[in-house]
T-cell receptor, first 109, second 115 residues
Framework: AQSVTQPDIHITVSEGASLELRCNYSYGATPYLFWYVQSPGQGLQLLLK??????LVQGIKGFEAEFKRSQSSFNLRKPSVHWSDAAEYFCAVGDDMRFGAGTRLTVKP | GAGVSQSPRYKVAKRGQDVALRCDPI?????LFWYQQALGQGPEFLTY????????KSGLPSDRFFAERPEGSVSTLKIQRTQQEDSAVYLC?????????????FGPGTRLTVL
C-alpha cells in the first residue's frame, strides 16, 4: 500500500542551526513528492516538489530537499533556521497527495 | 491577488445537524480539492473537481458527505447528520491546471466541532 511516514513528531532546533526533516515513502514507482509548511492560522504553502530529474530540489524560503530512491526518502533541509520557520511541516506523495502526519518545528532563540 | 477563502472559519454543530462549508477558489483555477485534517494529523484527500465535474470522490468517508461545484467556481462541502468523528479542519485548495500534480493553493480551513 502507498504510504508516507514522517518519523519525527516534534523537532526543536536553535536559531541559526541546520535543520533536516525526514520523510519516507512506500510507493510502486518513482512518486511525485512534495513538502508543505503550515503556519498557525494560515493555509498550507508549497515549499518544493520533485517529479523527475535532478534529485536535489531547491524551494522557497531557503529550503531544499533530496530524493534518494535507494532509501525511499525525500528529506527537507535548511542550512540556517530562522525563528519564523517555526511551523508544521508536511511531506506528501503521489498525484493523490497522500500526506504524512507532519513534523512540528520549534525554534529556540 | 486574493487567495483561496473559506467560510465559515469556525463552525460548531450539535450531533445530527447538517452543515455546509464554502470554498471560494482563486479566480480562474480549474481544479478544486477538499481535504479533511484531524487534530495532529496530516490532511486527507476527500474529493476533487475539474471545473464543475467531480472526478474523484473516493476519499469521502461516508454517504453523509457531499460536495458540489455547480458552476465550476465556488464549491460547497455538505455534511449531513454530523457525528463527533466529523470534527476536524476542512481544507480547500485550488490549482490553475487540470493536472493533479499542479501546485495547489490552500485556504485557511474551516474548523468544525461537533458536540
Amino acid at each position: 500500500a502507498q504510504s508516507v511516514t514522517q518519523p519525527d513528531i516534534h523537532i526543536t532546533v536553535s536559531e541559526g542551526a541546520s535543520l533536516e526533516l525526514r520523510c519516507n515513502y512506500s510507493y510502486g514507482a518513482t512518486p511525485y513528492l512534495f513538502w508543505y509548511v503550515q503556519s498557525p492560522g494560515q493555509g498550507l504553502q508549497l515549499l518544493l516538489k520533485y517529479f523527475s530529474g535532478d534529485t536535489l530540489v531547491q524551494g522557497i524560503k531557503g529550503f531544499e530537499a533530496e530524493f534518494k530512491r535507494s532509501q525511499s526518502s525525500f528529506n527537507l533541509r535548511k542550512p540556517s533556521v530562522h525563528w519564523s520557520d517555526a511551523a508544521e511541516y508536511f511531506c506528501a506523495v503521489g498525484d493523490d497527495m497522500r500526506f504524512g502526519a507532519g513534523t512540528r518545528l520549534t525554534v529556540k532563540p | 491577488g486574493a487567495g483561496v477563502s473559506q467560510s465559515p472559519r469556525y463552525k460548531v454543530a450539535k450531533r445530527g445537524q447538517d452543515v455546509a462549508l464554502r470554498c471560494d477558489p482563486i479566480s480562474g483555477h480549474v481544479s478544486l480539492f477538499w481535504y479533511q485534517q484531524a487534530l495532529g494529523q496530516g490532511p486527507e484527500f476527500l474529493t476533487y473537481f475539474q471545473n464543475e465535474a467531480q472526478l474523484d470522490k473516493s476519499g469521502l468517508p461516508s454517504d453523509r458527505f457531499f460536495a458540489e461545484r455547480p458552476e465550476g467556481s465556488v464549491s460547497t462541502l455538505k455534511i449531513q447528520r454530523t457525528q463527533q468523528e466529523d470534527s476536524a479542519v476542512y481544507l480547500c485548495a485550488s490549482s490553475v491546471r487540470q493536472e493533479r500534480t499542479d501546485t495547489q493553493y490552500f485556504g485557511p480551513g474551516t474548523r468544525l466541532t461537533v458536540l
